[in-house]
């Protein structure tokens, strides 16, 4: 008995005394103050009992004690602690009633709905034209306060690790590579900042010629070219409004109207916001940020935004009014970037972090901790505003975003003050220590993946070749290779091929790209391809990556395909930053791999054809690199039609015209993000099946396996329809899908929030009987509804159901219901 109660009274003992006990009274009359809560930053500790009070274990430093009808108090904190706390008058204690509920201010909620129904009047774009220029640097380092001494840490660090003898240590090659990385960075960051990065920029607007910006200078230190996709990044408010001011997340926040003061000689509404977590453990009093709004337009006058931990984020933003309008005046931005951690002597000098040989882990407790933050520092500053000057159309031709400089030879006109010693010296140091570990290709291969390639030296690995899955091939494995600017800046060969385990056939291509231009898209490619399709398939040219992407899984019980021996040319070429155009010219052999006769013609045809395609996309933002155009910022609404024409020349046996469209839009309103979707398409003439069209559908309606109900979300596909079934050679179709305007947590720290869909699509085959096959013809509405669970219980991934309505609906339920998943790194 008495071995065992020796390790319950030890770990009683243990547990007593490393609690903190407070005992909480009024100052006034003396009597303990009962449920006074206690607030380690935004974490609620526990609140007093009857007598006043608490025990509590915490590691910070401080508490806060909040208490109904009482001024709150910040103390530090202690073994033993008694707090007196001062009552409050009767006009502060009102206001400690409103400041405290946990539901949003009325009049608050009030103000937001204006600057939000006044935003596009105050925004800068309600003017026929501006012209502005920034300034930008981004730089991480330790914090600001703590330089000196991280200074001085690592010099006496260092002076301690020479006298350790080396062949003390032993360690695997890898972690002997990162250790010496780690090293080479603690020594440069010594004297210099980790990184900095400044750029000079031009902002142009014209309501009729769009939106223009110039990188006048830039420069990244460690990187002597530039990082074009980077670049292109924003870490501003500039063009967006700031989350916690969108109507949609309402449900996120708490907003109070806490104050009406005079700022900058303007009457201003200053609105407190804090985000609503777990409301029973929340300090009251802690908010997340503040909104300053102008009372006389409603525009937004300043934004502050702070992190639920302490120096974890502070954002500050600040707009000024110019002829009426709101332009932001400057921001400053502080993001927590992790840490540095060190094991220091509690006798001697500075420990390493690696053990001696035969050193336990729990020898480490003899040393103390000492802990450096990193943080990322965002400043940017707007100057030189011109109001409704006139505009030139040349200035506003070629893409959205062009770089003029990027050898930071013209900064020092545009930056606002001058560099620190540190800063200076941080060009020189990071420069070094990347050339020396080769950190620009390996940057350059992760702005790569941005694009869906692997890049490896001059190779570019196309991701969507390495596998796939459909009912003819069963599982298709299979790479995809092209040379990149490395190899030829003006010709880039390329080549894939693939194997399906079902059909026990390889598919390969090949083919040829050569430049005609340094400024914008204008390439002349040939190539040969025989691979194969799925019938009746819409039109993809000019679909970007993550488009496609999403159609990996179209035909995941699909089996109707044909076979393509295919000799083409094209020309892919940019008028505009809003128009491409592309014109394609084929000679192709093609054969049904069903069962499937068309007319009294077989089911193999020689095809001559030419396709244009266009894309329409007026809000995208582009810019040009060396690897090719890159959409930084995708707009709406964009617009994709194909025209094909078949011929009876050069040995063509079909005659035919083929014709299809596809409109995308997508907007944000009070009811949250909709998504909108008009398709449809025309064939006509002399052409096989698979030249109409397949209304996609994804269910295999012909198994009774568990796993025929279930698909991925596509582009156009249905998750109810039965694959390969329904063909049209004209049809009209419709989508919709609505992200309702709140979020929510289950598990983990992700916000889910649920997708509704509607689609549905008509259409009509004119002369069925020419094409021998079991299919049907889409000639009633074909409607579906659907949910999709978002980042499901706080998970990367999405789990949703449709049901099938109207006229194809069954008396099964299993031929009415499909399941999907989305993966939402998608």
Not at 112 to 120: A, G, H, I, Q, S
Not at 605 to 629: C, R, V
Request: proline share 2%; glycine share 6%.
């Amino acid at each position: 008995m008495t071995k065992l109660l020796s390790p319950f009274f030890l770990f009683f003992v243990v547990f007593c005394f490393g609690q903190t006990s407070l005992k909480v009274f009024s100052k006034t009359d003396k009597k303990p103050i009962r449920d006074a809560a206690v607030y380690c930053d935004d974490n609620l500790l526990g609140k007093t009992n009857f007598d006043g009070l608490l025990s509590f274990k915490t590691k910070c430093k401080k508490v806060e004690i909040l208490a109904s009808n009482f001024e709150d108090v910040t103390v530090d904190v202690k073994k033993s602690m008694e707090v007196a706390m001062q009552p409050l008058s009767e006009k502060q204690s009102n206001i400690d009633k409103v400041i405290i509920t946990d539901k949003s201010d009325p009049r608050a909620l009030r103000i937001l709905d204006e600057l939000n129904k006044r935003e596009k009047e105050n925004s800068p774009k309600s003017l026929d034209t501006y012209n502005f220029k920034s300034y930008s640097k981004f730089s991480i380092d330790v914090d600001k306060d703590s330089i000196d001494t991280f200074k001085n840490f690592l010099s006496t660090r260092k002076d301690s690790l020479s006298k350790v003898d080396k062949l003390e240590f032993k360690q695997k090659e890898s972690e002997k590579k990162d250790s010496l990385i780690g090293e080479d960075l603690l020594d440069a960051s010594q004297e210099s900042q980790m990184f900095l990065w400044e750029k000079a920029t031009e902002y142009k607007y014209s309501q009729k010629f769009g939106e223009k910006t110039n990188i006048i200078d830039n420069r990244m230190s460690g990187f002597k070219n530039p990082i074009y996709e980077a670049v292109a990044i924003n870490l501003s408010h500039l063009d967006r409004t700031p989350r916690q001011l969108r109507p949609e997340n309402r449900k996120l926040f708490n907003y109070y109207l806490s104050d009406t003061l005079q700022l900058d000689g303007r009457k201003t509404y200053v609105i407190k916001f804090k985000e609503i977590t777990d409301k029973k453990k929340q300090n009251p009093r802690k908010f997340n940020g503040k909104i300053y709004v102008d009372s006389e337009t409603y525009a937004l006058k300043k934004f502050e935004s702070a992190s639920k931990k302490k120096s974890e984020a502070d954002i500050v933003s600040v707009w000024k009014p110019i002829d009426g309008k709101w332009f932001l005046d400057y921001e400053d931005i502080k993001l927590k970037m992790g840490d540095q951690t060190f094991n220091t002597s509690k006798k001697d000098s500075v420990k390493t972090d690696t053990l001696k040989k035969g050193q336990k882990l729990s020898d480490r407790q003899k040393y103390n901790r000492k802990t450096f933050g990193n943080y990322l520092y965002v400043k940017n500053r707007f100057f030189d505003f011109e109001i409704n000057k006139e505009q030139k159309a040349s200035d506003f031709k070629g893409y959205s975003l062009e770089m003029k400089n990027s050898d930071g030879s013209l900064l020092e006109k545009y930056r606002t003050d001058s560099l620190t010693t540190r800063e200076s010296a941080t060009y020189t140091k990071i420069d070094s220590f990347v050339e020396k570990h080769d950190f620009e290709k390996k940057l350059t291969t992760l702005t790569q993946l941005m694009r869906g390639n692997l890049r490896y030296k001059m190779i570019d690995f196309d991701l969507t070749k390495f596998f796939s899955y459909d009912k003819y091939q069963g599982l298709r494995l299979g790479a995809g290779v092209k040379l990149n600017e490395k190899f030829s800046k003006t010709f880039s060969p390329d080549g894939y091929f693939g194997y399906g385990f079902k059909d026990h056939t390889w598919k390969y291509g090949l083919g040829l790209d050569m430049k005609l231009s340094s400024k914008r898209t204008s390439v002349f490619r040939i190539d040969y391809v025989d691979d194969v399709f799925a019938a009746g398939r819409f039109n993809n040219t000019m679909w970007d990556m993550m488009m496609k992407v999403s159609d990996i899984n179209l035909d995941l019980h699909n089996a109707t395909f044909y076979k393509n021996q295919k000799w083409g040319a094209s020309f892919l070429y940019d008028i505009s930053n809003s128009l491409s155009m592309k014109i394609a010219v084929n000679k192709e052999k093609q054969e049904a791999l069903f069962d499937y006769q068309y007319k009294n013609l077989g089911n193999s045809f020689d095809n001559t054809s030419a396709t244009l395609s266009l894309k329409f996309a007026p809000n995208d933002k582009n810019i040009m690199t060396p690897s090719g155009k890159y959409t930084y910022e995708k707009g709406f609404p964009q617009v994709y039609m194909n025209y094909e024409k078949g011929v009876e020349t050069l040995g063509g046996d079909l005659d035919y015209h083929r014709l299809d469209a596809l409109i995308i839009h997508q907007f944000r309103s009070k009811l949250g993000v909709t998504n909108l979707k008009l398709f449809g398409g025309i064939s006509s003439g002399t052409a096989p099946i698979w030249k109409n069209f397949e209304i996609a559908g994804q269910k295999d309606q012909n198994s009774e396996k568990w796993y025929s109900n279930i698909s991925t979300p596509t582009n156009l596909g249905f998750t109810t329809m039965p694959s390969g079934t329904f063909f049209t050679d004209k049809f009209v179709g419709f989508k919709i899908s609505q992200n309702l305007p709140f979020r929510f947590k289950t598990f983990g720290d992700k916000y889910s929030n649920i997708e509704l869909e509607y689609q549905s699509a008509i259409g009509d085959f004119k002369n069925r009987i020419d094409h021998q096959f079991e299919f049907q013809v889409l000639d009633h509405y074909y409607q579906e509804v659907g949910l999709i669970w978002n980042r499901f219980l706080g998970r990367n991934f999405g789990v949703g159901f449709s049901y099938r309505l109207g006229y194809y609906q069954t008396s099964q339920f299993k031929d009415n219901f499909g399941i999907k998943f989305r993966l939402n790194v998608l």
